[in-house]
Each structure stands twice: as structure tokens, then as C-alpha cells.
């Protein structure tokens, strides 16, 4: 049973101020796009004539992401930026488990001019798909920290996992699960999911099969990549010892290379610039964007490297700047740091129109305003000795990369420069007022955008619900995304940026020696290349938590020695503090008085609540937490919008839009639940 994106839809104005920085496919549209023009003018890009002649070819998006679930049920990845997808019925199915994210990958033609002829479809040419990928995790080495930041936070060396239970000659045939090289072609191929041929499996410890997914076609013949289920497991019983690194176990996240060879009408075959992708973990607030998302990370890199150009000023309002505020007010449904900023930094709403009106105003007379704000903005060009002190309560209030590092000014989350330098031309008034230009005609789906716009859109729409930040190791990805090695652009002038760098070692296994340390990461060592540079099936993943549920529990918030704000590492992937099911339920009800309905609004409940363990004993700690996820990821509940009450005896002050916490289940795990089993246990 499939669920596609629902009959939402995004204004053009809002997709503009929702796509970070869409040009950064096109480089030419920056100019066009920041001018305070309507979408019309901005999507003025590189559109082949109708004869051209297709030179080349390439996969988009550049990288996809998919998203584990435990369910047959899926839907579409994001392919429309700032249109997060809304899946019919939710993100769980009837029997609470959750539903696949699938990323459908296409095939965009392109003349000798690098302009934009169309899609490519089966049925104007003949498509054959590969796909390879892997989870190479327990054959990796563990996580400490990042390895890039320098004496800031330097680059703790991390050991081989698993090194006491496998040997070195067995690492390959134990610990690699390599789901191998599959292919398909066709409209509609293996529309059940059942054809063994497309199946990707591999096996750990010799004698577990692991599934890493399938692929199918569309009805264009379209690629449709599988995710697994979010299955992890020790076949040999071994204990959770830690966040990040527990011998003898797997899990099924996996990545590897998308290709397509495409045979077209006139004879020629033609292979097309290659794909990534990635099977991650779920989103669980899939309406809120993170602060800084992956795609900025990617572009931040762009820029820096002379990739793509840097966006001439004035900057746009709505496309620089207001993704940035929208986030920050958004951040206040997944946690209360964000919700009570006003109490402990002194500053507005985010979301109020009146206060995002004054942010946009450009004028002189605003000049202090502007001011006063950005300086409540971390700077991340600021490293000195006092930099932890001067720059720790300020936004956005999350840990950073170096949290192992006390009084590095990296201990707290830092923004990429490119965000921040546009925030710091946003407070010098070097940008125009264009929030509210724009037709307002909708766009629902690709279809709705400019063609030449399109394969820079689906990039953009995959990697922005991801988080850019902070790499402790991350949600979905690390810190190495945001270094050019890693990509094909640094190995050839004429590859497209967001192209992950394509590997040919003889083996999955990388082995750099007993450890690996960030010279090594970036230049190889034992023999082997290095390992932060041309990837291979099962390299992007590898670097994250073993199994991948007990990061996700052990980065909720951060108790410091003061109560109040509570830092929170990934609010928007996973939450905090959310407005339950239940109390939006109460504050709907027309038969409560307005001071009880909004006691039930202003409180809010912590996400993870019960993983710890439930009861009257003193049972609940961090490691069982860390362990209990493992089995009741599923149980977890997303954030989603509703309407707010809209009766005449409504409390004063609720949004007509609220993010409320549904589908969230029991998280008792000694016995099958159920109220008539009273609250305590047997």
C-alpha cells in the first residue's frame, strides 16, 4: 500500500522562501532569484531549445534520502522544497508501526550547453537502474568526535569495532553486509516488492540475513529505492555499552551509488551522472526543517570552494534570510528552550507577522533593531578564549560538534558561514523586503515548477529536512559531508556540485590501521585510500551510531548545572518537548472553561517519555533508555500540524496552527498493555 504526498500545496512565494538557495544547482539563478522578482523572473534559468540535442544525462537528486520504517505502508520523500510530504493517514499504519520514506530518483537531459532539454521517461528512451548499497558499520572504526575541527576540538582517533570478537581475516566475510548490485528496468517493475531479484540482502556474522531494501519503477519508470525495516540486533547477545559503538551488533541503515544507462531513439546509450543513496532514520517532526540543514552544510562547502557562485547583494529577504526565523519559530513545538526563548534571551516571536514584518524591513530606522537581534545569534567566527562564555546562551541553544571539548567555543552549535554571513548582511539592511512579492499561484508537486528549475529542486527537497548539524555524530549524516574530498567536483571541474565522489577499491572493507585519526581520514594510511574522499557502498553510513536507536535516544537534552534553558541536540528530527495528542485534545473541547483548556496547551511533555522505563521503582537511567529504544522506536509519536480552536470561548493568544505529537503508543515492555490492567504493574 502506497501513500503519496497529499493535496497540500505551497505558494510560490513560500517555496522561494522555503528553498534555502535553489540556484546553487543553477549558479545563474542566484542573481535572478534574490532581486525582490516574482518566481516567473527567478526561474528565468538555462532551457534548451525545442531541437537540442541530449549530450548528456544525470540522476536527480544528487543525493536521496530514504527514511526506515517498520511497516509495508510508504510514501514519497520531499521533492518539492519547503513541501515536506504528508503522507495519507499519517506516518504510522493501523497497527502503529512506521511508514517507509521511499526516494524516487529521475533522469533529467541536458543539450551540449548544460541547458535543461526535460526529464527522460520510459518510454522516450529505454532505462536501466542500478543500484549498490551496504552497511559497513561494524566493520568501521568508532565514533569519538568529528576529525576536522582543528585544535578547536581536536580529532580523538577511534578504534576498530568489533576488534576483540573477529579477526583480521575475517572482518570482510563477518562484518560487511553488502546488499550487491541490483538492476531493473521497466514501468511498474516488481510493483508488489516481492521479486527476490530486487531484493538487497547480505548476511552479518556469517549466519544473519540482513535486508537492506528493494527497488521498484513507477509508472514512468522511474526509479523507486526501498528502504529496510530499522531492524538492529546482536545475534550473539551482546550487551548496549555505549551511544555510538556496541560489538556484535547490527542494524540495517545502508548507502551506496545510483546509476542509470539510459538507450535512447536514435541508438545512442548513454550513461547518466551518477546518484547517492542513503537509508537513514525517521523524521520525526517532518514540518519543522532543522536550524541549518544539510543542504546549507552542502552549499556552504559550494561556495567556499569557488563551486557555485556567491549570491550578489542585496540579498532576498525570503529566500536568505526568513528560512532561518521560520525555523527558529518553528523549533518552539519540539522544545522548550525554543518555546521560552522570549524569558531567557529577550527576544520576539518568530512567528508572529508583525515581528517578521520588522525583521524584513530594510530601512535605516531599523537599524538598531536589527542589531539587537543579530547579535543574539551565535557567531561562529568568533574563537576566542572567551568564545564559550560570550557565545554560549545565545541561538540557536543546541550542543555543538566539540560537546567533549569543556570551554571550546565548538562545545556549542555553530552555523556554517555562508548562513551566518547572510544574517550578518541581513543586520547591515543589505537585502530587500521581497516576504510578500510573488504570484501566489500554488505549487503541489515537480510538475508545478519551471522544468529547468527541477533537478536543483529535488536535490534540495531531499537534503533539507535533513540536519546540518551538530556532527556528534549526527541524525542522518556527519561532518564529512562538509568536506570536498568527498565530492566528484573536486576530482573533475566539469561535475555538477552535491555529487558524492564515486570509489573503485577492490573491497567494502577499508582498513587504515588500528586507528584511525584525522590525518588518516584524510589522506589514507595502511595501504588503503582515504577514507573521506571517493565513496563506496556502505562509506556515508558507516560512521554513524551502532545500532542507530541508541544515539537517537541518548542526544535528547543536555542537563547543565542550570535548570532553565535545557540545551537540545536535534529538536527538529527528534523532539524534545512537544504538545501531546491528549492536551490538544483538551484544548479543543468547547466544553472547558479557557483557563483550563490552556493549561492543558502551555504544557508540554518530553518526546522519550517512558523509554527509560515506567513504574514505581526508581527503574528509568540512561542505559536502559539507550537500550529500550532499540525496541520502541516505533512506539515514538510525530509531530504534526492541526488546526488550532476556532469556537467563540477559545483561549486568547492560541495559533490557528499548532504542531501536536500523534500516533505516539504504549511503552510499557514487560507485559501487552492495556488500561484494564490498572496503572501499576502485576
Given at each position: 500500500m502506497?501513500?503519496d ?8 512565494r ?5 528553498a ?8 545563474m ?7 525582490g522578482?516574482?518566481?516567473?523572473e527567478?526561474s ?12 548528456r544525462l544525470?540522476i536527480?537528486p ?8 517498520g511497516s509495508?505502508?510508504w510514501f514519497?520523500?520531499p ?20 511508514k ?8 533529467y ?9 526535460g526529464e527522460?521517461?520510459?518510454g ?9 548499497v ?19 576540538a581536536p580529532?580523538l582517533?577511534g578504534?576498530l569495532?568489533n ?6 581475516a575475517?572482518r ?34 556469517d ?10 519503477t513507477?509508472?514512468?519508470?522511474r ?15 551482546s550487551p ?12 540495517d ?10 538507450t535512447?531513439?536514435d541508438?545512442r546509450r ?16 517532518p514540518?519543522?526543517?532543522p536550524?541549518t ?13 569557488g ?6 547583494l ?9 528560512p ?6 518553528l523549533?518552539e ?7 521560552l ?7 520576539g516571536?518568530?512567528?508572529d ?8 524591513d530594510?530601512?535605516?530606522?531599523n ?9 543574539k545569534?551565535?557567531n ?22 566539540g560537546i567533549n571539548?569543556?570551554g ?5 552549535f555553530?552555523?556554517?558561514?555562508l548562513?551566518y ?6 543586520a547591515a539592511g ?10 501566489a499561484?500554488?505549487i503541489a508537486?515537480?510538475?508545478?515548477i519551471?522544468?529547468?528549475l ?20 549526527g ?11 568527498l ?8 561535475q ?10 577492490g ?15 584524510l589522506?589514507g ?11 563506496m557502498?556502505g562509506?556515508?553510513?558507516r560512521?554513524?551510531?551502532l ?7 541518548s ?7 542550570e ?35 490552556l ?6 511533555v ?6 527509560a522505563?515506567?513504574?514505581?521503582h ?14 520502541l522506536?516505533?512506539?515514538?509519536g ?15 493568544g ?12 504504549n511503552t510499557?515492555m ?13
Amino acid at each position: 500500500m502506497s501513500s503519496d504526498v497529499s493535496n497540500t500545496a505551497v505558494s510560490r512565494r513560500d517555496f522561494l522562501a522555503g528553498a534555502g538557495a535553489l540556484a546553487f544547482g543553477f549558479p545563474m539563478l542566484a542573481r535572478a532569484a534574490i532581486a525582490g522578482t516574482d518566481f516567473t523572473e527567478a526561474s528565468a534559468a538555462p532551457v534548451a531549445p525545442a531541437d537540442a540535442k541530449i549530450a548528456r544525462l544525470g540522476i536527480y537528486p544528487a543525493i536521496g534520502i530514504c527514511r526506515v520504517g517498520g511497516s509495508p505502508q510508504w510514501f514519497l520523500a520531499p521533492e518539492v522544497p519547503g513541501l515536506p510530504s504528508q503522507p495519507e493517514g499519517g506516518f504510522k499504519d493501523g497497527a502503529q508501526l512506521i511508514k517507509k520514506q521511499i526516494q524516487r530518483f529521475r533522469v533529467y537531459a541536458f543539450d551540449d550547453h548544460d541547458r535543461v532539454i526535460g526529464e527522460i521517461t520510459q518510454g522516450k528512451a529505454s532505462i536501466e537502474w542500478s543500484v549498490h548499497v551496504a552497511n559497513t558499520k561494524a566493520a568501521w572504526y568508532g565514533f569519538n568526535n568529528p576529525l576536522d575541527n582543528g585544535e578547536l576540538a581536536p580529532g580523538l582517533p577511534g578504534q576498530l569495532r568489533n576488534q576483540y570478537f573477529v579477526s583480521d581475516a575475517q572482518r570482510e566475510q563477518m562484518l560487511l553486509i553488502d546488499g550487491g548490485r541490483k538492476t531493473i528496468s521497466g514501468i511498474d517493475a516488481n510493483a508488489d516488492g516481492t521479486s527476490a531479484a530486487h531484493a538487497m540482502v547480505g548476511r552479518f556474522y556469517d549466519k544473519t540475513d540482513v535486508g537492506l531494501g528493494h527497488l521498484r519503477t513507477d509508472d514512468k519508470g522511474r526509479l523507486l529505492v526501498f528502504p529496510p525495516d530499522g531492524v538492529s540486533r546482536s545475534p550473539v547477545g551482546s550487551p548496549i555499552t555505549s551511544f555510538a559503538d556496541n560489538d556484535g551488533w547490527y542494524d540495517d541503515w545502508c548507502d551506496g551509488p545510483v546509476g542509470a544507462t539510459v538507450t535512447l531513439p536514435d541508438g545512442r546509450r548513454l550513461k547518466a551522472a551518477h546518484s547517492w543513496v542513503a537509508s537513514v532514520g525517521p523524521n520525526f517532526a517532518p514540518d519543522i526543517p532543522p536550524i541549518t540543514t544539510l543542504y546549507d552544510v552542502v552549499a556552504d562547502l559550494n561556495v567556499r570552494e569557488g563551486w557555485t557562485d556567491v549570491p550578489a547583494l542585496p540579498l532576498s529577504f525570503r529566500k536568505h534570510i526568513y528560512p532561518t526565523f521560520r525555523r527558529l519559530g518553528l523549533a518552539e513545538w519540539v522544545a522548550s528552550e525554543a518555546n521560552l526563548r522570549q524569558g531567557w534571551l529577550g527576544i520576539g516571536d518568530f512567528t508572529d507577522p508583525a515581528y517578521v514584518a520588522q525583521l524584513a524591513d530594510p530601512s535605516p530606522e531599523n537599524a538598531q533593531f536589527r542589531s539587537s537581534i543579530f547579535q543574539k545569534f551565535r557567531n561562529p567566527e568568533n574563537i576566542s578564549d572567551q568564545a564559550y562564555k560570550e557565545e554560549r546562551l545565545k541561538m540557536p541553544y543546541m550542543p555543538g560538534d566539540g560537546i567533549n571539548y569543556d570551554g571550546s567555543p565548538l562545545q556549542w552549535f555553530q552555523f556554517p558561514k555562508l548562513q551566518y554571513a547572510w544574517l550578518k548582511e541581513w543586520a547591515a539592511g543589505n537585502f530587500v523586503d521581497d516576504l510578500d512579492d510573488a504570484a501566489a499561484n500554488a505549487i503541489a508537486t515537480l510538475d508545478d515548477i519551471d522544468v529547468a528549475l527541477q533537478p536543483a529542486a529535488l536535490t534540495e527537497a531531499a537534503l533539507e529536512p535533513c540536519s546540518g548539524g551538530a556532527f556528534h555524530p549526527g541524525v542522518e549524516l556527519s561532518y564529512y559531508m562538509r568536506l570536498a574530498p568527498l565530492y566528484a567536483r573536486a576530482y573533475d571541474s566539469t561535475q555538477e556540485p552535491f555529487r558524492i565522489a564515486q570509489g573503485e577499491r577492490g573491497s567494502l572493507l577499508q582498513n587504515v590501521g588500528r586507528l584511525l585519526t584525522t590525518e588518516k581520514a584524510l589522506k589514507g594510511g595502511n595501504g588503503a585510500p582515504a577514507p573521506i574522499g571517493p565513496q563506496m557502498p556502505g562509506d556515508l553510513t558507516r560512521w554513524m551510531g551502532l545500532p542507530w536507536q541508541c544515539d537517537a535516544f541518548s542526544c535528547q537534552q543536555v542537563v547543565m548545572q542550570e535548570d532553565f534553558p535545557s540545551a537540545a541536540w536535534w529538536p527538529a528530527l527528534l523532539p524534545i518537548d512537544v504538545l501531546p495528542q491528549h492536551h490538544y485534545e483538551q484544548l479543543m473541547r468547547a466544553d472547558l472553561s479557557a483557563d483550563a483548556r490552556l493549561k492543558f496547551y502551555e504544557t508540554r511533555v518530553a518526546w522519550s517519555r517512558g523509554v527509560a522505563g515506567i513504574g514505581y521503582h526508581a527503574n528509568g537511567s540512561y542505559w536502559d533508555g539507550i537500550t529500550n529504544m532499540i525496541r520502541l522506536w516505533q512506539h515514538m509519536g510525530f509531530v504534526e500540524k492541526r488546526a488550532g480552536p476556532t469556537d467563540a470561548g477559545k483561549p486568547a493568544g492560541i495559533p490557528d496552527e499548532l504542531y501536536v505529537e500523534i500516533g505516539r503508543s504504549n511503552t510499557e515492555m514487560r507485559f501487552d498493555w492495556s488500561l484494564r490492567d490498572g496503572q501499576l504493574p502485576r
